[in-house]
């Protein structure tokens, strides 16, 4: 951790689904340790656009980057340069944040933010809030230091010597 303030990034958003824990989360985080700097990455188009900032959180924005799901040669010619381009944009984030910790939500923002927190060294806290994990989250946890679940049976398995 940075010597002083810790900071931590929450991510995720697209539905009240992923943004309502992640602003209770923050809340949490805040009445905990009041000094802590919170802040979030989501997109410009999901309900964190508006919800972030009314709650008084900075929000950090990036292009969704959705995983093809049924493989066409278009959805696999774009995923690859947008996953680029959008976890490049994140480690700037992190960076400039000098992110502690990443906590995730899930959504179209969390993967890309998973993914580049692994690589940086960040430690990776998910949060899943369904009864079956979504994509993203399942990615995430390969790497997570620490998952939560509300439901048994998500079907998200942390890594060897996580919690």
Do not use: C
């Not at 002083?4 to 209770?24: D, E, F, K, R, S």
């Not at 278009?74 to 959008?86: D, I, T």
């Amino acid at each position: 951790m940075n010597q002083g303030t810790p900071h931590i990034v929450l991510a995720g958003g697209g539905t009240a689904g992923h943004v309502n824990p992640l602003l209770a989360v923050a809340g949490a985080i805040r009445d905990i340790e009041p000094t802590a700097q919170v802040t979030v990455i989501g997109t410009a188009v999901g309900l964190e656009k508006d919800l972030v900032p009314e709650a008084g959180y900075e929000l950090d924005t990036i292009e969704k980057v959705p995983f093809p799901r049924r493989p066409n040669k278009a959805a696999l010619q774009r995923f690859p340069a947008k996953w680029k381009r959008e976890t490049a944009k994140v480690r700037s984030i992190l960076e400039t944040r000098h992110a502690d910790v990443v906590a995730g939500f899930g959504g179209y923002a969390s993967a890309p933010v998973y993914a580049t927190a692994h690589k940086m060294g960040i430690p990776i806290a998910i949060h899943e809030q369904n009864a079956r994990a979504g994509m993203a989250n399942k990615l995430g946890a390969r790497w997570a230091d620490f998952i939560g679940t509300v439901y048994e049976g998500t079907g998200l398995k942390p890594r060897a010597g996580a919690d």
